[in-house]
């Protein structure tokens, strides 16, 4: 089945350092790839998106490439903030485009 | 545009007991999916309604069940509660169609004692 996996937190940076989560996936046909983000006390929000290999999405300074060969979607953020503080996850959908699977989830602490 | 609304927001229910949970979906939207957080855990799949059926659904007991209303609504009902049902329970709302972006409610904090 599709599974995800992504890098354990937390993740403790100060503000203004350079972010990576690793996220890899294992999937049947080309799923869609998606990162997540959920602030404390809140639902998620679509952070991210790319649906075919080689796409790169991008929101609020946040990039992740879709990496078919490496089967791989890791998140990057050039300069973080205090407010980017929060759980990010990454995920997939499946081919019939009908059920998310996330990762375990990556706890972001920025410091100012 | 109020989003995916869930309700009730905080649950506090005895083992053996059973509950329920609704969820409004997004204006425009026809589809419902629900998904279990654990602490500390990403959301895990329990079912997808469309067209007031059940269209996919994940590893979970038959304790846990739902429906869909005509107005695209929906509730989850879980019985027979466990102290491992305690969890943080999503609704997210999408349009039929494959690999849409799926709107996520505040979500409903079950706990059982």
């Known amino acids: 089945g599709n599974s995800v996996t992504q890098m354990e937190g937390p993740v403790t940076l100060s503000e203004e350092a350079f972010l990576t989560i690793n996220c890899t996936y294992t999937a049947t046909g080309y799923p869609s790839l998606f990162w997540y983000v959920q602030y404390p006390g809140e639902g998620l929000q679509l952070l991210l998106k790319a649906t075919k290999a080689d796409d790169k999405g991008s929101n609020k300074g946040f990039e992740a490439t879709y990496r078919k060969e490496t089967t791989s979607f890791h998140l990057e953020k050039g300069s973080v903030q205090v407010s980017d503080s929060a759980v990010y996850f990454c995920?997939?959908?499946?081919?019939?485009?009908?059920?998310?699977?996330f990762g375990g989830g990556t706890r972001l602490m920025v410091k100012p | 545009d109020a989003g995916v609304t869930q309700s009730p927001t905080h649950l506090i229910k005895t083992r053996g007991q059973q509950v329920t949970l609704r969820c409004s979906p997004k204006?425009?939207?026809?589809?419902v999916s629900w998904y279990q957080q654990a602490l500390g855990q990403g959301p895990q799949f329990i079912f997808q309604y469309y067209e007031e059926e059940e269209r996919q659904r994940g590893n979970f007991p038959d304790r846990f069940s739902g429906h869909q209303f005509p107005n695209y609504s929906s509730e989850l009902n879980v019985n027979a509660l466990l102290l491992g049902d305690s969890a943080l329970y999503l609704c997210?709302?999408?349009?039929?169609?494959?690999?849409?972006?799926?709107?996520f409610g505040q979500g409903t904090r079950l706990t059982v004692v």
């Open positions: 204006s425009g939207h026809d589809t």
């Open positions: 995920a997939l959908i499946n081919n019939a485009g009908n059920m998310l699977t």
């Open positions: 997210a709302s999408s349009f039929r169609g494959g690999n849409t972006e799926a709107f």
